[in-house]
């Protein structure tokens, strides 16, 4: 079993920036995958960024250039977003995966992200 805690989720300007986190705990010692997604309301759930345990990134075109995904060897993954616009304003998720088994996710409880114009 996997445990994932979500915090840095808030209010901020557009253009502003924000960093959050997720904290992974749990028998994790193997190939991984952790990622963010984020649902605004009346939407899908949509990615945003992902990690491997091996630090290969991707992203989804909404994020480059303005977000960054990264971990600790903690397996914390953080999520530098920066030139927050108001479509950004969603719940964001952060998701865990082993790569041997893909289909087998992990969520966390979510964080809201609102940003105002």
């Known amino acids: 079993q996997v445990q994932l805690v979500e915090s840095g989720g808030d209010l901020v300007q557009a253009g502003g920036s924000l960093r959050l986190s997720c904290a992974a705990s749990g028998s994790i010692d193997r190939l991984n995958a952790m990622g963010w997604y984020r649902q605004a309301p009346g939407k899908q759930r949509e990615l945003v960024a992902t990690i491997t345990s091996l630090r290969d990134a991707n992203y989804a075109d909404s994020a480059k250039g303005r977000f960054t995904i990264s971990r600790d060897t903690k397996n914390t993954v953080y999520l530098r977003m920066n030139s927050l616009r108001p479509e950004d304003t969603a719940v964001y998720y952060c998701?865990?995966?082993?790569?041997?088994?893909?289909?087998?996710?992990?969520w966390g409880q979510g964080t809201q992200v609102t940003v105002s114009s």
């Open positions: 998701n865990f995966k082993f790569l041997a088994v893909p289909s087998n996710v992990y």
